[in-house]
Each structure stands twice: as C-alpha cells, then as structure tokens.
C-alpha cells in the first residue's frame, strides 16, 4: 500500500526557533498534499493545501508567513513553523494525493511542543 | 457546505458488548467519498474504510461493519464483541468531489472497559 512518511516524529524546541517538518510519499508521487493540525483532544483541522510547483493555499486564520510550506518536488512537501510559540505545540498530520488513483494517505504525524 | 457530525463526544462500553459510532454528513456533491479512521493514543491515524458515494451496500470487515444510507446522509460504524484494543478516537470524514481536503466530524473517543 502507499506510504507517506513525516520526519521528525516528534520534536522538541525554545519558543523563538524554527521548526521543519517534512512529507514524503514513499511510492507514489502527489502533486497535492494537505498539512491538518490537530490540538489535544480536537479533530482535524485543514491548515493549507500543498500543490507542487506553486504557491500554497492557505485556511482562514492560519498564518502564511508563519507556517512556510515549500513543495518542491513530487513526493515532498515541507512545513516550517518560524519563530514557534508553545501555541504552536500541536500534532501535525500530513496527506498526500495519489497523482494517479487519486486517492489520500496519511502521514503518521509530528508532535512539536514548544517551550 | 461540507460538514461531517459525530453526535457522541465519548462512549464508554464494557468489553464483549456491540457499540455504534453515528456519523452524519453533508454535502451538495454528487460524488464523494466517505471514511472512518481510528487513532489510538500514539496519533497516527488508521485507516478503516473508504466508501464511494455510489456503493450503498454495507461492508462487513471481521468485527467492523459499516451502514451507509445516503436518503439519511448517515454513514454508522458498528462495532461487534468490541475488545480493549478497540479504545481509540474514531473519526468518521468526507472528501468532496475535486483534489479537496477530507473534512474531519469532531471525532467519538470509545473506551472499552474490561
């Protein structure tokens, strides 16, 4: 089956640093992927959506300038969390988009927690 | 608008006892897709079921089973002699027609107690 991966699993900052979280489809190749954030005890929430080659297209009320995502490459996608905050600790899920069949897979998520 | 409603926030049931997790949607798309999810405590989420919005015929899968009735816009997940290993969030979602998102219901923590 495909598989999507994320790295780090978890990660550890001081609040003021950045933080990268990558999203890789291992065996198959995205043009879109979805970066979700969840909170402790919440669902899901569409934080923007990853196109490869432009720009991405960001949820209301989820900064741009804060949350950098680069998709630079069909099986790659990466979320920078700049100058992190303990509002930022959350869970960060990613999903990628079969380019052929279409279908979503999901990362098995970053916990970042910010000191 | 898309919107998924799971009405039970938590269940709680003893081991050995048949649970149903509601799930409720909406959507103006003629095609989508529906999903259940479950995420134990470790957070990667576990993928249980994709249902085309074409195929109404419920689907058995050992213990799980599925109950899809588009004139109800309902999507139920039953689980049979459920187990410990069964505790988890459960999320019902949708994904609309297009390269769109999954849209996510609140999720229904089960606790099966032993």
């Known amino acids: 089956g495909a598989v999507v991966s994320q790295h780090p699993s978890w990660v550890i900052c001081k609040s003021g640093t950045s933080v990268k979280i990558e999203c890789r489809s291992l065996d198959f190749q995205a043009t879109t992927m979805f970066w979700y954030r969840q909170f402790p005890k919440q669902s899901l929430m569409l934080m923007a959506t990853?196109?490869?080659?432009?720009?991405?297209?960001?949820e209301q009320g989820v900064e741009k300038d804060k949350f950098l995502i680069n998709h630079a490459s069909l099986t790659l996608s990466t979320l920078t969390v700049t100058s992190a905050h303990p509002e930022d600790s959350s869970f960060y899920i990613c999903s990628a988009r079969d380019l052929d069949g279409g279908e979503q897979f999901f990362g098995p998520g970053t916990r970042l927690t910010v000191l | 608008a898309q919107k998924v409603t799971q009405a039970q926030t938590e269940i709680s049931v003893v081991e050995k006892e048949d649970v149903t997790l509601d799930c409720v949607y909406e959507t103006r798309d003629t095609t989508y897709y529906l999903f259940w999810y479950k995420q134990p405590p470790s957070g990667e989420l576990v993928f249980l079921i994709r249902r085309n919005s074409f195929d109404e015929q419920n689907e058995i899968s050992g213990r799980y089973s599925w109950n899809f009735q588009k004139s109800t816009s309902s999507f139920n997940f039953t689980i049979t002699a459920s187990q410990v290993v069964d505790s988890a969030v459960y999320f019902c979602?949708?994904?609309?027609?297009?390269?769109?998102?999954?849209?996510f219901g609140k999720g229904t923590r089960l606790s099966v107690i032993a």
């Open positions: 979602a949708l994904e609309p027609s297009g390269n769109t998102p999954l849209v």
């Open positions: 990853s196109n490869e080659g432009s720009k991405a297209t960001y």
